[in-house]
């Protein structure tokens, strides 16, 4: 093919997927306003990183309470595997919101997307770290995972980028083991099982299957804010909503409803048992057992937080485990002040 030619092709081919992804975000948001005109409510979608982890439950919940009804959304909850999958699904702008880990702003600022926290669910990352039992002998601390293969629930994911701080913070450098992307749910138990992993990070309700079957030790519960402060060395907000700032701005009515909504169902769990919440969730959430998957919730619990606000310092310390180990972070200045915002939930009325 001529050089001219093949120049013009890949231009065109660019100009194509520009294309695409302007008709992507345009439908959004023309969804958006048909389904205002229609009735249904001001439309939003949120992408979330793990629809039936306990750490993201608040999502769900908040959908099964009414709460999003109650203040005339119609919300549209999509589900992925993991927190970095849901941080693509926003930027592209196939989504308003996601629900996953705060340290996507941070990530995401040096990589040039203004991207903020607008409800905060939680003030400790809800991980734990797991050990098979296979690998129990020989791994008894991060200093231990020097050659083994780490479960994460994606690569850039949130429990990656826990797992490479554990591990540089105890004198193990990012080259000298390797993560593995596992998911959550039967394909981390799997792999744990099957000796494709020696240890990994995950979430309840895994966690309690694991523990339930045996299968695995707790290396690390950092479902508590003693547990974050121990391994982390201070509160660490983790799962929350965080959505594109422009988007924010432009659309603050709707952000206010949606920081109505979250933090009505995160004072409404904290007056409830682990299960009455475990009652509210789909029924295949429980996996069959029920008083299982209320175990599970009852272990997390304490992660959330009762009314959206960003923990004092936590950005702090989320900045100071990234910049252990990314590059990025690392040489960047970041402004911790443009990664979250407390404007929608100081305005919540009890």
């Known amino acids: 093919m001529p050089k001219t030619l093949r120049h013009g092709s890949l231009a065109a081919a660019g100009l194509l997927v520009l294309s695409s992804l302007t008709a992507c975000a345009n439908d959004v948001a023309g969804s958006a306003a048909a389904d205002e005109a229609g009735g249904k409510g001001e439309s939003v979608k949120i992408m979330v990183g793990g629809l039936d982890k306990v750490i ?7 959908e099964r309470l009414g709460y999003f009804d109650d203040e005339g959304l119609d919300v549209e909850l999509l589900g992925e595997h993991a927190g970095v999958e849901a941080e693509t699904a926003l930027v592209a702008g196939q989504v308003q919101g996601a629900v996953g880990f705060y340290d996507h702003t941070l ?22 770290q797991i050990v098979s039992d296979k690998a129990a002998t020989e791994i008894s601390s991060p200093e231990d995972f020097k050659g083994k293969r780490l479960g994460v629930t994606g690569l850039g994911s949130s429990t990656d980028f826990l797992t490479k701080y554990l591990a540089v913070k105890n004198g193990v450098s990012v080259s000298e083991f390797k993560t593995v992307p596992v998911g959550a749910g039967e394909s981390f138990i799997s792999a744990l099982k099957k000796g494709d992993i020696d240890s990994g990070m995950t979430t309840d309700p895994t966690v309690a299957t694991i523990l339930a079957e045996n299968s695995g030790k707790v290396l690390l519960d950092m479902r508590t804010p003693q547990g974050s402060d121990e391994a982390l060395g201070g509160a660490y907000p983790s799962s929350s909503l965080y959505m594109q700032t422009d988007w924010v701005n432009d659309n603050k009515e709707t952000v206010q409803k949606l920081a109505n909504a979250f933090v009505k169902t995160l004072k409404w769990m904290a007056g409830h048992s ?16 029920g008083t299982l998957y209320a175990s599970a919730i009852q272990s997390t619990m304490p992660m959330f937080t009762q009314d959206g606000v960003m923990p004092e310092d936590g950005p702090k310390t989320v900045e100071k485990v990234l910049k252990a180990f990314n590059p990025d972070i690392k040489n960047a200045d970041v402004d911790l002040s443009r990664t979250y915002t407390t404007e929608f939930v100081d305005k919540v009325v009890d």
Request: glycine share 6%; aromatic share 6%.
């Open 56 to 62: 993201y439950l608040p999502a769900m919940l908040t």
């Open 107 to 128: 990530d995401l600022q040096v990589k040039g997307e203004e991207v903020q926290s607008v409800v905060q669910f939680s003030h400790a990352p809800g991980e734990v």
């Open 274 to 289: 682990a299960s009455e919440i475990a009652d509210e969730m789909p029924d295949d959430y429980s996996k069959g057992n």
